[in-house]
């Protein structure tokens, strides 16, 4: 799935070599209960039934669907003689729009029959979120899906441009997932009849610990020896915090909405050190050691709203560290407390002496080019806020230089605020949101 998701299961089912790219963006290791599901998945397809995956963000759901439309369903894609196409529902989505979006994927095959467009011989049609459409009344309707419900039961629907004909519609097959805990908790009987309906099992510590040993492990294979076998605190630690957040924050009321954390959220921790985790940049376990400390910060601490909430969670995530953390300073209390009590705990690319330049500098720096051509510096640790400071009014300078000018005094928290959406957006597929009242300088 998008963001990484490996699905559920006691042990995994192979490992699979080092991901090509620390910041990649899809990141799929397989579990043995990912690899029953996509299994029973594929039965589902050759049988041409619809198929049904329940489960909880970033559980796999969408990459165990792709056994059964032939292939990965992010996008439209021709696979093995199918067209595939995905239909993100919402709360207000109608029958009508749906209907439309399918019949543009559809060509006449003579009277009153339609096929897949391009003579393919199947359409998949994979509907995320089928639980999201609105309920119409007590008994249940959701209009959207009362169309789905149609074709299913007859094979055809009704012509909205002349209500006394119906359209038959070959080849048109159906693969839908749904969050339990995101909408209506209400699927229409009459349509879910029609579903083999599987569930995608939240992970254990066993699958957490599969999926992130196999890309720690790939991270830090250009490490030093010693720092290269680190995989295992790491992951611990990795699984520890997601663990205690989970617990910490799980029920925070409908304001604290986005603070539910995923399989995905762990996997981004581990891709922050494929950032950082550089032979050049990374050389002591007291570096890879804070390194680890501020992405499980940035993941974890950056969606809490209140003062409180964020030092709860800093405190968290220290306590992981003592705990867990102790090997990759060779047991040394006095490190082991510099590690955990390292301030200020900020990383960035911009403060990197080669940030910005086209060449790598700074003895003996790389350069990373951004999802735009963008050349970034090294993802280094500021090493005091002045510095950190110093860069953002450079850049404030820079840009008023090509726009109009921005009237903003660059104080500590919002140079932080700065870094932590700099790290977001330089990411593959990195999108922020950004949660606060007005006037606290959300848009600057």
Not at 177 to 183: F, I, T, V, Y
Not at 248 to 267: C, D, N, Q, T
Not at 414 to 423: K, L, N, S, T
Request: aromatic share 6%; net charge neutral.
């Amino acid at each position: 799935g998008s963001g990484g998701s490996g699905g559920s299961g006691g042990e995994s089912s192979h490992r699979l070599p080092p991901p090509p790219a620390p910041g990649g963006s899809v990141v799929v290791v397989p579990t043995a209960d990912s690899t029953r599901l996509a299994f029973l998945c594929g039965l589902l397809a050759r049988g041409r039934r619809p198929a049904l995956v329940c489960g909880l963000a970033g559980t796999g759901k969408t990459t165990c669907l792709g056994a059964h439309s032939g292939g990965f369903l992010g996008q439209e894609e021709e696979l093995h003689g199918a067209l595939v196409g995905t239909i993100a529902l919402t709360y207000s989505t109608g029958s009508a729009e749906v209907q439309r979006w399918v019949e543009a994927k559809l060509e006449h095959r003579g009277g009153r029959v339609s096929g897949p467009a391009g003579g393919k011989e199947d359409l998949c049609v994979f509907v995320d979120d089928l639980n999201l459409p609105m309920v119409e009344d007590a008994s249940g309707n959701q209009p959207a899906m009362e169309w789905m419900r149609q074709y299913l039961n007859y094979g055809d629907w009704v012509d909205r441009f002349d209500l006394t004909q119906k359209k038959q519609v070959k080849g048109l097959r159906f693969a839908a997932a749904l969050n339990p805990q995101s909408g209506s908790s209400f699927v229409s009987p009459r349509l879910l009849r029609h579903f083999g309906v599987l569930t995608a099992p939240p992970p254990s510590d066993e699958d957490l610990a599969t999926v992130l040993g196999t890309l720690v492990e790939g991270h830090l294979s250009a490490l030093p020896p010693r720092l290269s076998q680190m995989a295992g605190p790491l992951v611990a630690a990795s699984v520890a915090a997601y663990r205690s957040f989970g617990e910490r924050f799980r029920s925070m009321g409908p304001l604290r909405f986005h603070y539910p954390a995923s399989l995905r959220e762990v996997v981004r921790l581990a891709q922050g050190l494929g950032v950082g985790a550089l032979p050049h940049t990374c050389r002591t376990g007291l570096s890879l050691g804070r390194l680890w400390l501020h992405e499980a910060m940035r993941v974890f601490g950056d969606r809490l709203v209140t003062p409180l909430e964020s030092q709860l969670c800093r405190t968290m995530v220290r306590e992981v560290a003592r705990r867990c953390l102790g090997p990759l300073v060779a047991g040394d209390e006095s490190e082991l407390l510099a590690l955990t009590e390292a301030e200020p705990l900020v990383f960035t690319h911009f403060a990197s002496p080669t940030a910005g330049s086209d060449k790598g500098g700074g003895g003996g720096g790389g350069v990373e080019a951004g999802e735009e051509g963008r050349v970034l510096g090294d993802y280094l640790a500021v090493s005091e806020m002045a510095v950190l400071r110093r860069q953002v009014e450079e850049q404030l300078r820079a840009y008023g230089e090509r726009n109009p000018p921005m009237d903003l005094v660059a104080f500590d928290h919002f140079a932080e605020h700065v870094a932590r959406c700099a790290r977001v957006l330089s990411r593959p597929r990195g999108h922020a949101l950004l949660v606060g009242s007005g006037g606290v300088g959300k848009r600057s």
